[in-house]
């Protein structure tokens, strides 16, 4: 796992490296939610434009985060998802939860 | 059953091997010239397969998942993963949308993803013995 994020205004950015499946979602989602509780940010963004490939691991990933942010009343954000895990977010239906942003076409 | 060609593959669940099954599944599956969408759909049914055998089959130690692929005559990949893990008491409540057993860090859409992304999808399971996946992906030929 490997992953920058930064503060901007109230605005987290959390920036996804590499291949996200169950190997490393744990990691993911620990590292996500003590960023949330750390900044309480007004809104946090997932950027995806590094993730190469998520499995549905990746999915758990975006519910636990979208999670963190409701219990502090923030938005969630998903931004630069590269064509294969737009196929699984669609397929589960969690584009229909969360705010995606600028899909890579 | 007529096939071209095949592979077999041997390893234990350990959760590193979920990134190397599913990049070996799609290095054989490239002499098939899929498109990118392809090899990605089969990449991520493997994906999941494999990471139920070592979530859910095997919870408490490391066991064994076979992984099968062949390539069916009309370009048809053919893949089945095996383990003799705990097995699923109820396949139909298994594949339903979001259950799960493995709590929040599982999403519970493996089976669902493995369905959609894939031709067929077959689930053989007994508790004790273990549960064997069945998946097959007709590739479109490119002209």
């Avoid at chain 2, 007529?2 to 490239?30: G, H, Q, T």
């Avoid at chain 2, 095996?82 to 409540?93: C, F, H, L, R, T």
Wanted: net charge neutral; glycine share 6%.
């Amino acid at each position: 796992m490997h992953f920058t994020s930064f503060l901007e205004e109230g605005r987290l950015t959390v920036a996804l490296t590499g291949e996200i499946d169950h190997h490393c979602a744990k990691s993911y989602i620990q590292a996500i939610a003590a960023k949330i509780e750390a900044y309480t940010p007004k809104v946090c963004v997932l950027d995806f434009q590094e993730v190469s490939f998520v499995d549905s691991s990746g999915i758990a990933v975006v519910i636990n985060a979208l999670r963190n942010m409701t219990q502090i009343e923030g938005q969630l954000l998903l931004t630069g998802i590269a064509p294969q895990p737009m196929r699984v977010f669609q397929a589960s239906g969690i584009d229909k939860l969360v705010e995606i942003k600028e899909a890579v076409s | 059953m007529k096939f071209d060609n095949y592979m077999i593959l041997d390893f234990p669940s350990k959760s590193s091997n979920e990134a190397f099954a599913r990049s070996a599944v799609a290095c054989f599956a490239a002499q098939m010239d899929p498109t990118l969408e392809e090899l990605g759909d089969i990449r991520t049914a493997v994906s999941e397969a494999v990471t139920n055998c070592i979530v859910h089959a095997y919870p408490e130690k490391l066991g064994n998942i076979t992984l099968r692929c062949r390539i069916l005559k009309d370009n048809v990949l053919d893949i089945v993963v095996k383990d003799k893990g705990v097995g699923i008491a109820d396949v139909e409540q298994a594949r339903r949308p979001a259950y799960t057993t493995g709590g929040n860090e599982r999403s519970g859409m493996g089976f669902t993803i493995m369905e959609s992304f894939m031709t067929n999808l077959e689930i053989i399971s007994k508790p004790g013995k273990g549960t064997t996946v069945h998946m097959r992906r007709k590739l479109l030929r490119r002209q």
